[in-house]
């Protein structure tokens, strides 16, 4: 409890410094695995960045993944994407990607190794800007559950994460870093709830910023393939 409370003064001081504020993050995934080597993923996502109580940007995307081994999972997917300023779309995205995820389990820990290569199409109605970029990505996420050897039915689990993201041709390359640290709940066979903190930091020509987001998740599971294991995927903030 004191290091809860130490750990709060510590972000709301940091908060008042540098004039920053907690922004809203909200995601609904959906994993179906509708064989045994091949799964379909979806997400809907909003944020409330410039106001907590205002959704301004919101994703859906979506893709196609093959399991190569158990641990070992290829992915492609698409997206749309949007940014709103003052109740109107800012900027709009188009995202194509291709990503390899490879898990490393040592005991009840799993380390989670996700490099991700993406192309987007940019477009600002406002001003009728046109823009492209490539970005690469790795985060190493690491989970574990608390009350039981792997995740099931009633499993409460934890899991921290740090990501990179690599631009081109924008400057500087090394565009952003996340942290996130958060937990979940395995409610039953196919529902599962996750929330956390998440901490992102922007790297511009001109000046840095921070952005302090409250994540809250909830995770649809479907195994269409009738396998007597049951598997769960819990993705973190993306």
Do not use: C
């Not at 009350?147 to 009633?154: H, M």
């Amino acid at each position: 409890m004191k290091l809860f409370l130490s750990l709060s003064l510590l972000l709301s001081l940091t908060f008042l410094k540098a004039q920053e504020h907690i922004s809203g993050f909200g995601a609904v995934t959906l994993t179906y695995k509708f064989h045994p080597k091949f799964f379909l993923y979806a997400e809907g996502q909003m944020r409330s960045i410039e106001d907590f109580t205002y959704p301004d940007y919101y994703e859906i995307k979506g893709g196609l993944g093959y399991y190569l081994t158990k641990n070992h999972k290829p992915f492609i997917g698409f997206g749309r994407y949007a940014t709103y300023k003052e109740h109107a779309i800012n900027k709009e995205e188009f995202r194509v990607w291709l990503q390899d995820v490879i898990d490393i389990k040592k005991g009840v820990v799993k380390f989670e190794n996700r490099l991700r290569t993406e192309k987007s199409w940019f477009y600002e109605p406002q001003t009728d800007k046109s823009s492209e970029r490539m970005r690469y990505r790795y985060r190493l996420n690491v989970s574990v559950p608390l009350n039981a050897k792997e995740v099931k039915k009633g499993t409460v689990f934890a899991n921290v994460y740090d990501e990179i993201f690599l631009v081109s041709p924008m400057k500087p390359t090394f565009a952003r870093n996340r942290v996130y640290a958060g937990g979940g709940y395995q409610i039953d066979d196919n529902f599962g709830v996750a929330a956390g903190y998440l901490w992102q930091r922007e790297f511009n020509a001109t000046n840095n910023q921070n952005f302090h987001f409250l994540y809250v998740a909830l995770n649809i599971n479907i195994d269409g393939t009738n396998h007597p294991v049951k598997t769960f995927d819990y993705p973190g903030a993306d």
